[in-house]
């Protein structure tokens, strides 16, 4: 609900309703005013042919009508017009009879009456002809003038079907958002103008539900006493998923179907009937409140995910507004004193977005229509799994819902029979290992899908932190994942299966969904997060190559992408080539904090090295040998000694902007770059070196010139043969391990 409604004046506050977003009080009264506004318009105020209006307008009836009234015209002249001509006859012929009987003087008069009766015969058929033509005039007039006013009739009574259809979904969606939300409230309750705004009361928590003791540790039970009989809803679940890369398909459109399809999110409230000290409601230590938050971050992740290339890189990266639209990228002006805010805008720029969407790809989750680049569509069943594993994964950090091991089934993953499992991974294995019909989310998808969402809760023991910085050989990294994957009989898209949980569940770990992913964009290293996202797609291959062969795989992948910005050519081969792609890792930085030197400002066999800045005071007067030299208001260049700046043959010369008045505004704020080459190491300039004879300034003998990068990657290869005997020795280390723990 956006946050532009105006406050009533109960002190209630309402919101208005966004193109297709479920709409508030606000929308449903709108659009019953607008249509008792039409109804008034609707009423005609002629009284010439309302029949016309009682049916959509057609022309036809209107000639049909005009000529049924025109033939009734007719039949009203005609039968006046015998009627004056039977009084005028009788009359006459009276008159006749009369002044016959009386003579001829009295002829003469009736002969005259005679005539003035005709006069008047004829003036009354002169009145029945006129009246006759002006009533049909008047009548073609009005039929002609009811005719706008019919095709108005017909264009507003298509208005008023059209919204009586919209009020009746916006009653629906309505009833339904006060029902799924607030938990039979009639009305959103009153806030203050200091609170966030409706958005965030939106995301309220389900109402509070308790278990006795006597069900505790009864998963079947428990749940089923929990849910109270509700089920899941899979139309909506799949309108969920059918519609996440649709444009029109808004945040809070998804909210209220996610809500309304899954009943295990009403079990993050779950508490005990009785109090148990020392025990906790959620094991991770936060609120049932937060537990449900952090759920619908991990949901609206997966949603941002799905929409990438659509908006799905701002929501994720900025977050929403108060109508819950994805924020805009934001302006220059918006980043001067919001740190936040540039790191939320190097998130978004630096973020691989594609092989985020090529992840989803290749879990299964989308298809790509025309082959490998071609447009995207969502793969509905794996969709409907991921839904359900995102809103089911965390349920058992619930306390009061833990199960314990039955004897039938211990030991179970090192717990015996009777003990509590108190991590909720292991309980959600167990649970939907041996009472998959307690989830009702879990028990609706087919066999292919509850198996992948089980091999996500295996207990996988990898650390990604590991491999993105190669701190560990190949056996000690995937061993117990590898086991895992032949266990669970996991293909590649399995693991990327498992991977896309593993990034929603880590992007909504801050309970504060609707401002993106916190997690990921503030309180996350975005190189070690763009590692961990290039090493999804070589890990999806652990399914079928063995552990050395994907950690090679990986080191090669991560060489050929810093390559580019580093010049390091081709993937290094040889003995020591291993030990150089680690190092590399180790770095974990491969962008140039300052780039090279433009073409330009080099000379043919230099090779370019970095500028470092200083932060000391620049003075004519000064300054210092070991100090790089500066232009200033000296009337002698420092560098090469010559008579002033104009006639420097170095790098004053070329680099130094006019002279500043003050330190503080000095153009020369930047040493200039030591030469590779023989001579003063402290000239940069196209021209032929001068011997280091004339030169003023002794060079500092602790600096060296740079040496080019294929010597110095041999140098680095042979101090890495250390690290090499080292790895070797713990990769033996961790054989014998390994051989003992068979053995035993």
């Known amino acids: 609900m956006g946050g532009g409604g105006s406050s009533s004046g109960n002190g209630r506050r309402r919101t208005t309703r966004t193109s297709g977003e479920p709409t508030s009080g606000r929308a449903v009264a709108a659009a019953a005013k607008k249509l008792r506004d039409l109804q008034r318009r609707l009423k005609f105020r002629?009284?010439?042919?309302?029949?016309?209006?009682?049916?959509?307008?057609?022309?036809?009836?209107?000639?049909?009508?005009?000529?049924?009234?025109?033939?009734?015209?007719?039949?009203?002249?005609?039968?006046?017009?015998a009627v004056w001509l039977a009084a005028v006859t009788a009359a006459s012929a009276g008159l006749f009879v009369g002044g016959a009987a009386l003579g001829s003087s009295a002829q003469h008069g009736l002969l005259w009456g005679a005539v003035g009766a005709s006069g008047v015969l004829l003036f009354a058929l002169w009145t029945c002809v006129e009246a006759d033509r002006l009533a049909r005039r008047l009548l073609w007039s009005g039929t002609q003038a009811c005719v706008g006013e019919a095709r108005e009739h017909e264009a507003l009574a298509a208005q008023v079907a059209q919204l009586r259809a919209q009020l009746g979904a916006a009653k629906y969606e309505e009833a339904t958002m006060y029902k799924l939300l607030f938990r039979g409230q009639t009305r959103l309750a009153s806030f203050s103008s200091g609170t966030s705004g409706p958005r965030e009361f939106l995301l309220a928590a389900p109402e509070a539900r308790s278990i006795t003791n006597a069900v505790?540790?009864?998963?079947?039970?428990?749940?089923?006493?929990?849910?109270?009989?509700?089920?899941?809803?899979?139309?909506?679940?799949?309108?969920?998923?059918?519609?996440?890369?649709?444009?029109?398909?808004?945040?809070?459109d998804y909210y209220v179907d996610v809500r309304q399809a899954f009943p295990e999110l009403q079990l993050y409230t779950v508490t005990r009937e009785e109090y148990k000290a020392g025990h906790r409601d959620i094991s991770s230590g936060l609120t049932p409140d937060e537990e449900y938050r952090r759920t619908l971050g991990a949901l609206f992740a997966l949603y941002w995910l799905a929409r990438v290339g659509i908006d799905g890189e701002c929501g994720l990266s900025f977050g929403?507004?108060?109508?819950?639209?994805?924020?805009?990228?934001?302006?220059?002006?918006?980043?001067d004193g919001s740190a936040a805010l540039k790191k939320r805008?190097?998130?978004?720029?630096?973020?691989?977005?594609?092989?985020?969407?090529?992840?989803l790809v290749d879990a299964g989750m989308l298809t790509e229509?025309?082959?490998?680049?071609?447009?995207?569509?969502?793969?509905?069943?794996?969709?409907?799994?991921m839904l359900a594993l995102t809103a089911i994964h965390d349920v058992f950090k619930v306390e009061a819902l833990l199960p314990r091991v039955r004897p039938e089934h211990a030991p179970f993953k090192g717990f015996a029979a009777g003990d509590v499992i108190n991590d909720h991974d292991v309980a959600m294995y167990y649970v939907l290992d041996h009472f998959p019909e307690a989830l009702p989310s879990f028990a609706g998808l087919d066999a292919t899908q509850r198996h992948s969402v089980l091999f996500t809760q295996s207990k996988m023991s990898f650390n990604h932190g590991w491999l993105v910085q190669a701190?560990?050989?190949?056996?000690?990294?995937?061993?117990?994942?590898?086991?895992?994957?032949?266990?669970?009989?996991?293909?590649?898209?399995?693991?990327?299966?498992?991977?896309?949980?593993?990034?929603t569940d880590l992007a909504g770990a801050v309970p504060n969904p609707l401002d993106g992913s916190e997690r990921l964009v503030l309180g996350f290293p975005y190189q070690v997060l763009g590692s961990f996202i290039t090493s999804f797609s070589v890990l999806s291959a652990l399914a079928t190559q063995t552990e050395t062969e994907v950690f090679e795989t990986y080191l090669e992948s991560y060489w050929r992408d810093a390559a580019p910005r580093l010049r390091l050519g081709a993937p290094p081969s040889?003995?020591?080539?291993?030990?150089?792609?680690?190092?590399?890792?180790?770095?974990?930085?491969?962008?140039?904090?300052?780039?090279?030197?433009?073409p330009s400002r080099t000379r043919p066999g230099h090779v370019p090295v970095r500028r470092v800045a200083h932060s000391w005071p620049c003075s004519a007067t000064t300054l210092s040998r070991r100090h790089s030299p500066r232009c200033c208001r000296s009337a002698r260049c420092r560098c090469c000694a010559s008579a002033s700046r104009a006639t420097c043959r170095g790098w004053c010369r070329t680099h130094c902007r006019p002279p500043s008045r003050s330190s503080a505004s000095c153009a020369a704020a930047r040493s200039p770059p030591l030469s590779a080459r023989r001579g003063c190491p402290w000239l940069w300039t196209t021209s032929p070196a001068p011997s280091s004879a004339t030169c003023t300034v002794s060079p500092p003998r602790r600096r060296r010139a740079v040496v080019p990068l294929a010597d110095l990657a041999a140098k680095a290869a042979a101090a890495a043969a250390a690290a090499v005997m080292a790895a070797a020795v713990m990769e033996v280390a961790v054989m014998e391990v390994a051989v003992m723990e068979v053995a035993v």
């Open 471 to 503: 701190e560990a050989p190949p056996h000690a990294l995937f061993a117990r994942f590898k086991r895992v994957i032949m266990a669970g009989e996991a293909n590649p898209p399995d693991v990327s299966f498992y991977f896309v949980h593993w990034l």
């Open 369 to 385: 229509r025309g082959g490998r680049g071609g447009a995207v569509e969502v793969a509905v069943p794996r969709m409907c799994a």
């Open 216 to 252: 505790e540790g009864e998963p079947n039970l428990a749940i089923a006493l929990a849910l109270s009989g509700r089920t899941t809803d899979w139309d909506a679940v799949k309108r969920a998923a059918t519609r996440l890369r649709h444009r029109d398909y808004g945040l809070r």
């Open 574 to 598: 040889g003995e020591h080539a291993i030990a150089m792609m680690r190092l590399l890792c180790q770095a974990q930085s491969t962008r140039s904090r300052t780039g090279p030197y433009p």
């Open 46 to 81: 002629g009284c010439l042919a309302p029949s016309v209006f009682e049916a959509p307008f057609e022309e036809a009836a209107v000639e049909s009508l005009y000529r049924d009234l025109a033939a009734r015209f007719r039949l009203a002249r005609q039968t006046l017009l």
């Open 320 to 335: 929403v507004d108060d109508d819950w639209a994805p924020r805009k990228i934001p302006e220059q002006e918006d980043l």
């Open 345 to 359: 805008l190097t998130f978004y720029c630096n973020t691989p977005w594609k092989k985020l969407l090529q992840l």
